[in-house]
């Protein structure tokens, strides 16, 4: 799309909901498909969800129940958070209680505290691909039940979007299945 000149914002959900509804963004990509008003959401797919853990001797790659994650020290984003949600709802469903040290809405900060051993983080494994191939972290999928967050691609709700808007939705949906797919299947 020679055109179309792209500005890419990171910002944690509420803001960029907040920047969707005033017009400041066009599209936005977020894990919540919950309603909200003057926005309209397409569900992309489901993304697994990782017990990240510092890699070394011992650390295991596979799969933990939720039950589990009981006995390890976790840092989860804040309440608000999309992600924190999806755990919540699950947590609550079981009555487990988690062990939670901190909260930190940061992504850079929620994978250092695993890196270094100081907490365990539940983050989709995409999310640290790079620090598992280093061999930083290891990444235990969740499961009983399996632990999903949704990716929703999000934009101002009423009137239809414009031709490049609706053209990068179209591609921004086929990078993520692909993205989700190629993350699925690394080792």
């Excluded at 799309?1 to 963004?25: A, D, F, N, Q, Y």
């Excluded at 949600?85 to 901190?102: G, N, W």
């Excluded at 967050?149 to 999000?154: K, M, N, Q, T």
Aim: glycine residues 6%; charged residues 25%; neutral net charge.
């Amino acid at each position: 799309l020679p055109k179309v000149r792209l500005r890419v914002s990171e910002g944690m959900s509420g803001h960029i909901l907040e920047w969707l509804t005033s017009g400041r963004l066009d599209l936005a990509v977020l894990s919540s498909d919950e309603p909200v008003e003057g926005v309209a959401l397409s569900r992309v797919a489901d993304e697994d969800l990782c017990l990240i853990a510092r890699a070394g001797e011992g650390a295991s790659q596979e799969e933990i129940g939720f039950a589990e994650l009981a006995a390890f020290p976790l840092a989860l984003p804040g309440p608000d958070h999309g992600l924190r949600r999806a755990i919540e709802t699950v947590r609550r469903s079981l009555e487990v209680r988690l062990d939670i040290v901190v909260e930190i809405d940061s992504l850079p900060h929620l994978k250092r505290l695993a890196i270094e051993g100081d907490a365990c983080a539940i983050l989709p494994r995409a999310a640290c691909q790079d620090e598992i191939a280093q061999g930083r972290v290891v990444a235990r999928p969740i499961v009983r039940p399996r632990l999903t967050r949704p990716i929703v691609l999000a934009r101002p709700g009423g009137a239809q979007p414009a031709p490049a808007v609706r053209r990068v939705l179209e591609l921004l949906t086929q990078q993520v299945r692909a993205s989700l797919l190629a993350s699925r299947q690394a080792p």
